[in-house]
């Protein structure tokens, strides 16, 4: 039994509990089946809380009787239980999630779901009871790529003809929230290119990405020795393999960084395929793939920019990378990482040591830079420019404080001085006075 619940007076604990309970692990949502769920789950609100916890009990669905407690990362439903504890097992989702503990610790396993644990076996309850809710097909990639199960032949082929049927549109879709919350658990495990990988196999990708589905098949040449999809999953290992502590936007901006190149591909003058625009229509099309999935705003945005400018050169000189900084701070480490993931990921004809060497260089002088001490104040600040250029607060302010910031950035100003000649030069070019 979990050690961080209380026990109700009465029921069973079921489901992913269960399961990781067996493996060992400490689960942190907790699923039980009792008579009266909310008086449970009050009375789970009030033991927390009198251990020191912030525990709060609401109504799940009220209209089915489902009943919520959240304690910190702790979240335990109570359901009621509606006919005998077989039925209620046999009409989940897989056998390993339909094992049942009494509070006695005895298990209750009418489908074999610890046999199927222990052989690292995904078999379905019934075909019917994973149509019952579109997001079953999902959750079982899920489980399979976070839990190393491998898919029973027959779960296999029905988790197919679903995701077809989803497709195709003759099923209806899960909420996109689910959705989301499914495809951000595969991508925050180490087994995170194996489970978009397997969403595609199974046909689950068409419907839930349907952006990097396009990707499938398009050959790049070049430097690339996989087609888009293959190399976007490549470059999502790449970077759970170098950079584990890869956050959840840093991760979706390695998996959709290519998703502009079906659109943009072409032949150029030299008669090499190309992707001209790709990474600025990829921005959008991530951005429009991220919100249809229900992410936050803030996450959004910052997908999009990753993917906009993983193309960008790499500085060959101190003061290129000095502008690189600059330019683009807000985004480091992370562009970093995603260009080293996208470049590792490649294995082509024209990639070479002495190309990979030119780039690790170009990334040290990066990388020297963001080590440096903090900046010191600007040599010049709002008030002061206003005065010097005798012009008023305004959107011209900005564009000269910028241009001051840049030119300190990469050395080309360093006293209040070279600051003052420059913006006289600069105000001058730009006939800001007569």
């Known amino acids: 039994m979990p050690q961080s619940t209380p026990l109700p007076g009465s029921g069973y ?9 067996l493996e060992g692990r400490e689960p942190h949502d907790v699923d039980w089946l009792v008579e009266r769920p909310e008086a449970e789950a009050r009375r789970a609100a009030d033991v927390l809380t009198a251990a020191g916890r912030t525990a709060s009990a609401f109504a799940l669905d009220p209209q089915r009787g489902h009943w919520r407690v959240v304690a ?19 009409r989940r989702d897989f056998t390993v999630n339909a094992v049942a503990a009494g509070l006695d610790g005895r298990l209750h396993d009418p489908l074999g779901g610890v046999s ?6 995904l078999r379905m309850t019934s075909e019917a009871s994973l149509a019952d809710d579109p997001l079953r097909p999902l959750r079982g990639v899920r489980l399979a790529a976070t839990l190393d199960l491998t898919f029973e032949a027959a779960t296999r082929d029905a988790v197919r003809r679903l995701a077809r ?5 003759e099923d209806a879709l899960p909420a996109w929230e689910r ?7 595969v991508l925050l495990h180490p087994a995170a290119g194996h489970g978009v990988a397997l969403a595609d196999e199974l046909g689950l990708l068409d419907t839930v990405l349907p952006e990097l589905a396009t990707c499938r098949g398009v050959e790049q040449g070049g430097f690339h020795h996989l087609d888009v999809l293959r190399h976007s999953l490549e470059a999502l290992n790449q970077l759970v393999q170098g950079f584990p502590e890869a956050d959840a936007a840093l991760r979706w901006a390695t998996l959709l960084h290519d998703i502009g190149k079906p659109a943009t591909r072409g032949p150029g003058a030299d008669g090499r395929t190309h992707f001209y625009g790709h990474a600025r229509l990829g921005q959008r099309l991530a951005q429009s793939a991220l919100t249809r999935l229900r992410h936050p705003r803030a996450r959004v945005d910052r997908v999009g920019a990753l993917v906009r400018y993983h193309m960008l050169p790499l500085p060959r000189s101190e003061r290129e990378a000095r502008r690189f900084v600059h330019r683009r701070g807000a985004l480091l480490p992370d562009l970093l990482k995603l260009m080293i993931a996208d470049r590792e990921a490649a294995r082509g004809p024209l990639a070479s040591e002495a190309v ?29 420019v206003m ?32 600051a003052q000649a420059l913006l006289h030069r600069y105000a001058e070019a730009q006939g800001w006075r007569s």
């Open 387 to 418: 005065r010097l250029l005798s012009i008023p607060a305004g959107p011209r302010v900005g564009e000269a404080l910028e241009l001051l910031r840049e030119a300190e950035a990469v050395g080309d100003i360093t006293t209040p001085e070279d």
């Open 13 to 21: 604990l079921v489901g992913g509990a269960v399961r990781d309970a």
């Open 356 to 384: 990979r060497n030119a780039y690790r260089l170009a990334l040290a002088r990066v990388l020297a830079i963001l080590d440096e001490p903090i900046p010191t104040p600007p040599l010049l600040d709002g008030e002061a």
């Open 165 to 169: 049927r989803q497709t195709e549109a």
């Open 116 to 121: 199927d644990l222990r052989a690292r076996r």
């Open 179 to 185: 959705v989301r919350d499914e495809l951000d658990l």
């Open 72 to 90: 910190d990362a702790l979240t335990c439903d109570y359901a009621p239980l509606t006919g005998t504890l077989e039925d209620d097992l046999r």
